[in-house]
């Protein structure tokens, strides 16, 4: 039974993708060329994962909505500034910084995903985009590789950034976020 005092706040699905996400994402990072296969069908799997939560933030439940929490760039600095004077509003969902923390990681992991499918093609002849890149100059391969380099230690940087914000708001509301993104809890606003 769930206690009086908490509140569902994240479905199964939002659950799911965002550990799946987390684990598919790990061994992209950490296989890159020496298990090619495995790294690309981790790549794969964070494509398809953003796929379907893209899918889920315009039909999901309420707080998986894009439309619930991404906010404009003004109400995230304004939100931004309360953090820093520590009198942060706490939200049931995602907070305005989250919301566009969301965006900044969606956007940053497909550019690292679709990257990563040109080098695929245009160096080993694989993957959706080979046929695209045949007889493409050897050139052009080396740049999609800076590139895709670039983008996952882009997309590494905002990771850290992520978890400082996660671990900010858990500390200025007494709440311990990554648990209520295991179990979907979380304690009621009124409390
Ligand atoms: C152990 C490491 C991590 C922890 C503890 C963690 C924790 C969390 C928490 C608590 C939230 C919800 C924040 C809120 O209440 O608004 C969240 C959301 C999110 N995190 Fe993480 N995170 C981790 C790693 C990552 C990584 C590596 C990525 C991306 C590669 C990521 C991407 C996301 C995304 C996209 C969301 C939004 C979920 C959704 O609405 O679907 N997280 N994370």
Known sequence: MT???LVKVWDPLVRTFH??????FAVAFFTEDDFLQLHSWAGYL????LGVRLVWGLAGPANA????FVRSPAEVFRYLQDVARFRAKRYLGHNPAGGAMIV??????????VSGLAVYGSQEFAGPLA????GMPAAWGEA???????????TLSLVALHLLGVMLASLQHGENLPKS???????????
């Open 3 to 5: 206690p009086a005092s």
């Open 19 to 24: 550990w799946a996400l987390v684990s598919a």
């Open 46 to 49: 964070v494509l398809a994962l």
């Open 65 to 68: 909505r894009f439309a619930e």
């Open 104 to 113: 900044l990681l969606f956007g940053l992991l497909t550019l690292t995903g």
């Open 131 to 134: 046929s695209l890149m045949r």
């Open 144 to 154: 999609f590789e800076e590139m895709h380099e670039f983008f996952a230690n882009a």
């Open 181 to 191: 993104m295991l179990t979907g809890f979380k304690r009621r606003i009124s409390e």
